[in-house]
């Protein structure tokens, strides 16, 4: 990369993350749609058991992602041998990490839910979502291997594939199994649970098998399944670990602000579990355009061109910015249109509907924030990018708590600390690639 990344490299590495990411979130949608047509205790424990889940599923995802930094470092260094050798301890890890997550969700998701979670319709219907969806775990940690190994090596155009697929599966399965369609059993939220299980293991069943046809898996030695190296897992590992903190704490601070919803009652919840879908499927361009950066970024550091990193992020910024602004004026029109996708229910619309101009008016700030924030994680100081995103966490959950409980704001109001997380994290994460302390980091 001695020149920067033109506009249309930019966009070839990151369009196809954009449609396995719109595939991918398609379960989600169709999950929430479904099951807002079930009833409002469905819809909300959904959101409850969906986001435990996402929980545990994030500290594989910032492991993933520590893989792909130093992936994409090497790719940079052109030493194409060492990808295959991660790549493959990647999986042994993941393999470990499903079995022992498996375990912990049997054994104490009832008890967690029992302690945070006030309703007992919502405790009951979180506890059968969380005990049919656990099992795709493992096959989502092998996916994210593969998303860590494409992304890394900048050949993107896979993941498209697998995510169609996983989607096309997932609709299926969820009309037949919430329902009771084509002689499938009702199991309605069973069955959503269930379908999506099923659609990750499908996913990985496709990237295996196109892994072993395709010629590049020869040139980055791929499955060659060596023994056990505690070199190359202690380094991902001294990467990922800040990220999988960091992604944990994200999360969590999902949950927690979910958990804080459902005290004030089963329909704020409801309308915040289709906000939440409507707000991740309209920020779907935002975070492929964030792994793009990080990728870009460590592949630069790579070759050695350090002083390209902020011309990078400003280049895929104003991408992103762009794409953004159309999302949001085509929201903006017709927000009652995506809201019915998910419920039929007046009430739930017009309650929907006030917050829905709050929460895509944070889609701008949050455009530019991200991609600062990927930038510190791919120059490989992970460390700094936990502690960044710890501090507007914490100063997150402040705001949320003070506005629900002490100033007893409405549902639109606690929804505007989405502005308050993007502007946080944009600023430190800005302020810290403009110092420079990043540069002489090794991996």
Known sequence: MHTLPSYHKIWKISYPIILSLLAQNIIAVTDTAFLGRVGEVELGASAIGGLFYYSLFILGFGFGTGAQILIGRRNGEKQFGEIGRIFDQTLYIFVVMGIVLLIVIKLWAPLFFSTFVSSPAIYDASVIFIQYRMWGLLFAFINV??????????????????????????????????FGNFGFPEMGIAGAALASAISEGVSAAFFFIVAFLDKNTKKYQLFRFPKFDKEIVVKTWNISVFIMLQNFVSIGAWFAFFLIIEQIGERPLAISNIMRSIYMLLMLHIWAFSATTNTLVSNAIGEGFVKNVPAIIGRVNKISVLITLAVMLTAFAMPDFLIRIYTDDPLLVSGTRTVFYVVISALLPLALAVNWFSAVSGTANTKVALTIETTTIVLYL????????????????????????????GILSYFYIKSGRWQKIKV
Do not use: H, P
């Open 145 to 178: 291997a593969f998303r860590a190994y494409y992304v890394g090596t900048t050949n993107t155009k896979l993941l498209t594939y697998s995510a169609i697929i996983m989607a096309v599966v997932n609709i299926f399965l969820d009309y037949c199994m919430i």
């Open 398 to 425: 402040v705001y949320v708590y003070y506005i629900t409980f002490v100033a007893n704001a409405s549902l639109t109001v606690i929804w505007t600390s989405e502005f308050v997380y993007s502007v946080l994290l």
